[in-house]
């Protein structure tokens, strides 16, 4: 079992940054892939980032729409997830999801553990 609680979403203007963290719990995370979903209103839940531990370092991948403006990292120490989202738009107001599994993809149905959300509102 894994535990996964987001916080840290919030209100800011378009331009702005803002850092999401989720808290993980349960089964060794240091090996686990981890990735940033997201679900505005009225739309399916989509891709945005994911990290996992490769041999050479962490193997990062992201969502076209978030390329050079969005960084995922993770703490393996401290058990965190975290989403550094910079030149935020109002396109990219959504609750944003942690979630864990044993792959990195980019597809809801593989993942097995999903945190509450935080919501994120950018304004235009």
């Known amino acids: 079992q894994v535990q996964l609680v987001e916080s840290g979403g919030g209100l800011v203007q378009t331009g702005g940054s803002l850092r999401i963290s989720c808290a993980a719990s349960g089964r060794t995370f240091s090996s686990t892939a981890m990735s940033w979903f997201r679900q505005a209103s009225g739309k399916e839940r989509e891709f945005v980032a994911a990290?996992?531990?490769?041999?050479?370092?962490?193997?990062?991948t992201y969502a076209e729409s978030v390329k050079g403006r969005f960084t995922v990292s993770r703490d393996n120490v401290n058990n965190f997830l975290y989403l550094q989202m910079n030149s935020l738009k109002p396109e990219d107001t959504a609750v944003y999801y942690c979630?864990?599994?044993?792959?990195?993809?980019?597809?809801?149905?593989?993942?097995?553990?999903w945190g509450q959300g935080t919501q994120v509102t950018v304004s235009s």
């Open positions: 979630a864990a599994g044993p792959l990195l993809s980019t597809l809801v149905r593989n993942y097995d553990y």
């Open positions: 990290i996992i531990p490769s041999w050479t370092g962490a193997s990062t």
